[in-house]
C-alpha cells in the first residue's frame, strides 16, 4: 500500500522524538533509529519520504570490475536515474568506512532529479563540495576512496539493514536533528495522526510549564491534566 503525499507532508510537522515514542507505546517497536550517522550539514538535515535502498557488501579482489561505477553488474547508475523523485536513498554498507558511496556528481544528480535525502550507515566523499550542496544526508562521515576499494553494490530496492535498522523500499524515512528514523509503511498514517495529537498535547503541556506549573501530573498528563487538556482544545 502506497503512502500518500498528505501523510507524508503531515509527518513532517511531527519530530522523530514523537514518532519513536509513538512506535514504542502502539506496537513495541524499540529500533527505528538508524545508529551511528551524523549530517553531512547540521544545517541541512531534514527531510521526509519513501525508502529506496542500495546494498554494499565487501569486495572481493577478482570482482573489481563489477564494482566500478559503469558495469553493467552495478545498480547504483541504474537506482540513481529511476528511483522516483521525493524518495529517500538509504544504503547498506554493512558499516563499513573502505570507501565512500556517493560523491558530489553523483550528489548532483539525486539533488537534479528531486530525490529528498539519503542515509548511509558508511561514509561520502567529497565532504567540501556537499556540506554546500542542498541534498540532506545522513552517513557515517566522510573518507576519500571509492567505495570500490572496498565494497561492492550488488542490489536496488531490496530489505537492507542500515545503522541497525531493518529497511524496506517503501518503508518512510523521516529525519530531523536528532537523526534519522525508519516507518514501516503499514504504520505511516496510524503514526501522523497519533504524532499530530501528541505535539499538540506537549505544546500545551510545554506552555504550561512555561509558565511556572510542575511537571507533577502534567508530564506524563494525569487524568486531571488530560481533562484540562481537552477543555482547553474544545473550547
Not at 566522510?142 to 539493514?161: E, I, K, W
Request: overall charge negative.
Amino acid at each position: 500500500m502506497a503512502v500518500s503525499a498528505e501523510i507524508l507532508e503531515a509527518l513532517r510537522g511531527i519530530s522523530t522524538a514523537t514518532l519513536t515514542i509513538q512506535m514504542l507505546k502502539s506496537h513495541g517497536l524499540r529500533t527505528r533509529a538508524v545508529a551511528d550517522v551524523r549530517p553531512i550539514s547540521p544545517t541541512n538535515c531534514r527531510f521526509v519520504g519513501i525508502a529506496s535502498t542500495l546494498r554494499y557488501v565487501p569486495a572481493r579482489e577478482d570482482l573489481w570490475h563489477e564494482a566500478v561505477l559503469d558495469s553493467p553488474a552495478n545498480p547504483t547508475s541504474d537506482l540513481i536515474e529511476t528511483m522516483p523523485p521525493g524518495n529517500v536513498l538509504v544504503i547498506d554498507m554493512g558499516g563499513s568506512s573502505a570507501g565512500g558511496a556517493l560523491g558530489d556528481i553523483l550528489v548532483a544528480r539525486l539533488i537534479a532529479r528531486g530525490v529528498a535525502g539519503v542515509v548511509a550507515d558508511g561514509p561520502m566523499r567529497d565532504a567540501g563540495p556537499l556540506g554546500t550542496m542542498s541534498l540532506a544526508i545522513w552517513s557515517k562521515g566522510c573518507t576519500a576512496p571509492p567505495s570500490f576499494c572496498g565494497l561492492l553494490a550488488v542490489d536496488r530496492d531490496v530489505t537492507v539493514g542500515c545503522g541497525g535498522v531493518l529497511v524496506r523500499p517503501g518503508d518512510v524515512i523521516v529525519a530531523d536533528e536528532d537523526g534519522p528514523i525508519v516507518i514501516p509503511q503499514h504504520l505511516a498514517e496510524e503514526l501522523a495522526r497519533a504524532g499530530l495529537e501528541q505535539e499538540r498535547m506537549e505544546a500545551w503541556i510545554k506552555a504550561r510549564v512555561e509558565a511556572g506549573a510542575s511537571t507533577r501530573g502534567l508530564y506524563p498528563p494525569g487524568d486531571a491534566a488530560l481533562a484540562e487538556y481537552r477543555a482547553a482544545v474544545d473550547s
